[in-house]
């Protein structure tokens, strides 16, 4: 029985690090010089949050801060910064979804959404203060509105088509928030 | 029962913990970087060479089918272009007969003068891997690195215009960033009037020039080309034509075809080593 659930929650690591891996790799695609215009929702959080909700004891912290590292560096953005905040906000829904139940799909819009914009915030807040030169705001508050809009898309894939979804009834039991998965 | 409870009390506070742990390693990173740039990027560099590789079996196929659909939407346009391309042959049959009279002209009077040229710049060429992914910093890198002789600073063309300048070599690639990305500044010189301006990227195609004195001077048209100063730069490259703006402002339209950014050429330029510099300050002040 351990074994069986072993092999499950690998199962799940490997597709979280395939579909973080595909994403880094559209956005490296060198043909959008002229093209940019069209702004990248941060997709990278929109599918860790819909897999925390959705499958909260299923994702390692150790994952998803890999994930984010690899992303810094490939996409040449501040290192650390962005993980360091985001885990904060990841943290706080991973223990929700696992102490207060299921969400509903309305509260789950609200609830990444504004995690989101107080991130974004606080990025924005923290590079003022070190002084590192950011993008125009219009730049970010148009990305982030890009990547608001387009969460219900992120969960349909991970619901139809990776086979992330909530768990049924009596699945939850024996995966708490535990040392099982850091 | 009460035993099991204090257990999963003690797992979560060690989980606690090593999420503040995992935070603060991050934060720590991130100021690590801010603190020592230079060498957190060189870091970056390292590590995007050993990354790349890995990338590249989802990335080479993905670059070759966004090429067949270039191909395919070339193709639709060929007839159009090829009356174009019809007209533009007919003037520059004109201009080729006129180029060479004042070549020829320019040469003799070069030799009554006795004005050394330049020797001819030399360059490597280099195929783009990937750009930065991010529409904040508009950035390439480069196939050829540190192994090839590429130095940081280095000007890179492509076949009609500049395009941007090295920065960050790593062991097999480099990274290039673009005459557009907001970090930008490239001085440089406008022709026929000869006034020294600065290009100021502003993430658009069309990058601002910033000018102190006698606007008026400067011509839509004219054309826009580096200034060497600095000695980062080689001078006369030609980065593109003046235009101005719906608010009368002067920008420049690049010469650089951004649509199609395949192979880059590195142009070699002999820059001056800041640390060398540094040393003889020192040194000097000591003395004195």
């Given at each position: ?14 597709k979280?690090?395939?579909i973080?891996?595909?994403?880094l ?8 010089i002229?093209?940019?215009e ?8 929109l ?15 150790i994952?998803i ?6 992303s810094d ?10 993980p360091?905040?985001?885990?904060i906000?990841?943290?706080f829904?991973?223990?929700r979804?696992l102490?207060?139940g ?16 107080l ?8 590079e ?10 219009g730049?970010?508050?148009l990305?982030?509105a ?7 898309i ?5 619901h139809?088509i990776?086979?992330?979804r909530h768990?049924?009834g ?9 040392m099982?998965?850091? | ?21 995992l ?19 060189r ?6 060479d050993?990354l ?24 639709s ?22 180029a ?16 050394r ?6 360059y ?5 891997l ?5 529409s ?10 540190a ?10 063309v ?10 960050g070599?790593?062991e ?5 960033v673009?005459?557009?990305?907001s ?6 010189k406008?022709e ?8 100021v990227?502003d ?9 102190v004195e ?5 011509r ?8 060497g ?5 080689p001078s ?8 101005r703006?719906?608010d ?6 690049l ?9 880059l ?5 002999h ?15 000591v003395?004195?």
């Amino acid at each position: 029985m351990v074994n069986f659930q072993n092999i499950q929650s690998w199962i799940y690591y490997v597709k979280y690090l395939m579909i973080c891996f595909i994403i880094l790799s559209f956005q490296l695609l060198p043909m959008r010089i002229v093209y940019q215009e069209v702004l990248w929702p941060n997709l990278i959080y929109l599918v860790t949050v819909g897999w925390l909700i959705r499958k909260p004891s299923y994702l390692p912290v150790i994952l998803i801060l890999f994930v984010h590292i690899i992303s810094d560096i490939v996409l040449l953005k501040p290192l650390g910064l962005w993980p360091a905040l985001s885990l904060i906000g990841y943290e706080f829904l991973r223990w929700r979804s696992l102490s207060q139940g299921r969400l509903k799909l309305g509260q789950e819009l609200v609830l990444v959404n504004s995690i989101l914009i107080l991130l974004t915030f606080l990025q924005i807040g923290m590079e003022l203060i070190f002084k590192i030169e950011s993008p125009p705001m219009g730049m970010i508050f148009l990305q982030l509105a890009f990547t608001l809009l387009i969460y219900p898309i992120v969960i349909f894939v991970l619901h139809s088509i990776l086979k992330v979804r909530h768990f049924e009834g009596s699945e939850t039991v024996g995966r708490g928030m535990s040392m099982e998965n850091l | 029962m009460n035993e099991r409870k204090s257990k999963d009390e003690y797992g979560r506070t060690i989980r606690l913990i090593f999420i503040v742990s995992l935070v603060f390693f991050s934060l720590f990173s991130f100021i690590l970087w801010k603190i020592d740039n230079s060498r957190a990027e060189r870091v970056r560099m390292a590590a995007l060479d050993k990354l790349m590789p890995n990338f590249e079996w989802v990335l080479g196929p993905l670059r070759g089918l966004s090429s067949i659909s270039e191909g395919i939407g070339s193709y639709s346009n060929l007839v159009k272009e090829n009356r174009e391309l019809r007209l533009k042959l007919q003037k520059m049959r004109d201009w080729r007969e006129a180029a060479i009279r004042l070549e020829e002209e320019n040469s003799q009077l070069l030799d009554l003068n006795n004005v050394r040229v330049n020797p001819s710049l030399k360059y490597i060429t280099g195929l783009v891997l990937s750009d930065s992914g991010s529409s904040f910093r508009r950035s390439l890198l480069l196939n050829i690195g540190a192994f090839d002789g590429i130095n940081d600073g280095w000007a890179v063309v492509d076949s009609s215009g500049l395009v941007g300048r090295i920065f960050g070599v790593g062991e097999k690639l480099s990274r290039v960033v673009l005459i557009i990305d907001s970090s930008s500044r490239i001085p440089v010189k406008i022709e026929p009037s000869g006034k020294k301006a600065l290009l100021v990227g502003d993430n658009s195609l069309r990058p601002p020039i910033e000018i102190v004195e006698n606007k008026e001077m400067i011509r839509s048209g004219d054309r826009v080309v580096t200034s060497g100063d600095g000695n980062v730069f080689p001078s006369d490259v030609l980065v593109g034509h003046v235009i101005r703006d719906a608010d009368q402002r002067l920008r420049v339209k690049l010469v650089a075809n951004y649509g199609r950014l395949k192979f880059l050429k590195v142009i070699k330029t002999h820059t001056v080593d800041p640390s060398d510099v540094l040393g003889e300050v020192i040194t000097n002040t000591v003395t004195d």
